[in-house]
C-alpha cells in the first residue's frame, strides 16, 4: 500500500522537523524543504502527494511557490494546504484563490493538522479533481472548526436522506453516538488536561476507522456521532470498540498530556428490531441508548462503592 508523502516546507528547521515528526507517527512519510527554490525542484523530480507550505520564507514565499507550482502541468495536480502565522482574511483568501486546499494558522495544534492532512488526501482520493476544488471551500458551514469533522446541521440533513434511501433499498442503517465522558490525567491536574487534543484524537480515530461514505460529526461539546450505511448492530459494535482501543492508545501514550477517557456509546440501527424512517427517530434512539448506557455504569458504580 502506497505510503502518502509529504513535505513540509519552512524556515524555521526546528517548526518543520516538528511537523515531520508528527506526519511520521501518524503513517506518512515527510521530508522538511526551508525554501521555496528546493520546494519547485523537489515537487518537480519526486513524488509528492501534499504540500504543507508557510507562506514567510526566504526570498520567494508560499504564495509565489504555490501560485508556480499550480501553473505548471507537472505539479499542478499536487494539493498545497498552507500552515502559517499569515492569519488575516485577505492572505487567507488569495491563498484558497491560488489553488490551495486548507489554510492552517500558527500557532496550531499538531493533531489538528493530522486531521487536516488527513481530510486532503482522503478528498483527493475520492473525489474526481474538478469537484475536489470546487467545493472543498463551498462546506465550511458544516464542518467543525476544531477537529475538522461536519457539524451537528449536516448531520440531521444527510441522515434524512441515509434514512429514506435505507428504507427504500431495505437495508441496514446504524447512527452511533461517543461521548466523552470522566477524563482523568495519569501525571498532572486534572485542570490542566488538553481537552481540545483529545477531541481532535477523537475524531482522527473516527477517520482511520470508517469508509469514505460514513458521515462523521462532532455532535455537540464531547459528543460525537457517526452514521453507518449498510451496518448492522453487531458491526457497529465492533467499529465502536475499534475507536475506543485507538483513543485509548494514543491518548495513553501520549508524552506531551497522558490521559485516560470513559467513552460512552449509544447505538441505534434501522431495519433492525424495528424501522426508523425518519432521521430524527433514529437520532432519538441513539441518543436514549446514550443516556441509557449512562445511567447503567452510573447505577453500576454507586452500587460497587456501597458494597
Given at each position: ?202 475524531a482522527m480515530a473516527m477517520r482511520a476507522s470508517s469508509r469514505s461514505y460514513d458521515i462523521l460529526a462532532r455532535f455537540d461539546g ?86
Amino acid at each position: 500500500m502506497h505510503k502518502a508523502k509529504v513535505c513540509v516546507v519552512d524556515d524555521c528547521v526546528d517548526e518543520a522537523m516538528l511537523l515531520c515528526d508528527g506526519l511520521a507517527l501518524n503513517g506518512y512519510e515527510a521530508v522538511a524543504v526551508h525554501n521555496g527554490q528546493d520546494t519547485l525542484a523537489l515537487c518537480a523530480q519526486d513524488h509528492i502527494d501534499l504540500l504543507l507550505l508557510d507562506v514567510g520564507l526566504p526570498g520567494m514565499d508560499g504564495f509565489e511557490v504555490c501560485r508556480r507550482l499550480k501553473a505548471s502541468p507537472a505539479t499542478a495536480h499536487i494539493p498545497v494546504v498552507f500552515v502559517t502565522a499569515r492569519d488575516n482574511p485577505q492572505d487567507i483568501a488569495l491563498g484558497l484563490e491560488m489553488g490551495a486546499s486548507d489554510y492552517v494558522v500558527k500557532p496550531y495544534n499538531l493533531p489538528f493538522v493530522m486531521v487536516h492532512v488527513d481530510s486532503v488526501l482522503r478528498a483527493r482520493q475520492n473525489a474526481p479533481e474538478k469537484a475536489f476544488h470546487a467545493g472543498l471551500y463551498e462546506d465550511t458551514a458544516n464542518t467543525d472548526e476544531l477537529t475538522g469533522l461536519k457539524n451537528r446541521r449536516f448531520l440531521t440533513d444527510r441522515l434524512q436522506e441515509e434514512s429514506d434511501k435505507a428504507e427504500r433499498y431495505g437495508y441496514p442503517l446504524s447512527c452511533l453516538m461517543i461521548e466523552v465522558d470522566e477524563v482523568t490525567a495519569l501525571d498532572e491536574p486534572a485542570e490542566n488536561l488538553c481537552l481540545d487534543d483529545l477531541l481532535v484524537e477523537v475524531a482522527m480515530a473516527m477517520r482511520a476507522s470508517s469508509r469514505s461514505y460514513d458521515i462523521l460529526a462532532r455532535f455537540d461539546g464531547a459528543t460525537f456521532a457517526a452514521v453507518l450505511p449498510h451496518i448492522t448492530r453487531e458491526d457497529a459494535l465492533t467499529y465502536a470498540g475499534k475507536i475506543g482501543e485507538e483513543i485509548r492508545t494514543a491518548t495513553m501514550h501520549d508524552a506531551q498530556c497522558p490521559m485516560v477517557a470513559k467513552l460512552n456509546y449509544g447505538l441505534a440501527t434501522s431495519h433492525d428490531t424495528y424501522r426508523c424512517a425518519d432521521a430524527e427517530a433514529l437520532l432519538s434512539a441513539a441518543m436514549r441508548d446514550l443516556w441509557h448506557s449512562k445511567s447503567a455504569a452510573a447505577i453500576a458504580g454507586i452500587a460497587a462503592v456501597s458494597s
